[in-house]
């Protein structure tokens, strides 16, 4: 982890890259993070921050998150599928609980698992290609929660790089957000639970 950091700060240094110039580095670095997961994708997040300032950097990382997970998902769907599903037979149990989770919560659980750093970013996408979740839906939970991860960590990481920065209006409208989509689940949930019920 420590060599990967080191290299990115040497690239970093070597091409002088600044401002909205850093995504000609790190977009390619997010698909390689999106494919192969070498290197967590909150350093990326950092480094937008570091480069464009709280508010740009995370609508940047947003946006670079969701076209990397929609990449990794269609190519694992329509080009690895076969592969990574023999892949993931070796890793039954481990995983075995949250494809059950995607069969009974669909995108919710994407959302919680984009969110909380259950599970790489990656993973999520190769499980995602080969559960039964469509695309239209795919897309919706990786906005919502790639939204939702890289809010929290703006939240978390702007102590550390912007400590100037009053972030009391980042934290109450995450806390608007977080309990929207909580009462959301919570209809969904009910009205599964009265269609099972009529059925």
């Known amino acids: 982890m420590s060599i990967i950091n080191d290299s990115i700060d040497w690239l970093l240094s070597v091409t002088q890259l600044d401002g909205f110039n850093i995504l000609l580095i790190t977009v390619p670095l997010a698909i390689i993070q999106g494919f192969l997961g070498l290197f967590p994708f909150s350093t990326l997040i950092m480094l937008h921050i570091s480069a464009l300032g709280l508010a740009n950097g995370m609508i940047v990382s947003w946006l670079v998150s969701i076209v990397v997970s929609l990449v990794v998902y269609f ?27 995607f069969q009974l919560y669909g995108v919710w659980t994407i959302i919680l698992m984009r969110t909380l750093p259950i599970m790489p970013n990656n993973v999520i996408a190769f499980l995602a290609s080969v559960s039964s979740i469509r695309p239209a ?23 550390i790089l912007l400590p100037e920065t009053d972030i009391r209006l980042l934290i109450g409208s995450y806390a608007v957000f977080f309990l929207i989509l909580s009462l959301m689940f919570a209809f969904d949930l009910h009205r599964q639970g009265s269609r099972g019920r009529r059925a």
């Not at 993931?88 to 075995?96: D, H, I, N, P, V």
Request: net charge positive.
């Open 137 to 159: 839906p795919y897309l919706i939970s990786s906005i919502v929660g790639n939204l939702s991860h890289i809010w929290l960590f703006g939240i978390i990481s702007s102590s």
């Open 75 to 101: 190519c694992c769907r329509y080009w690895f599928a076969d592969w990574f599903d023999r892949k993931l037979a070796r890793y039954e149990s481990r995983y075995s609980k949250w494809k059950k989770y």
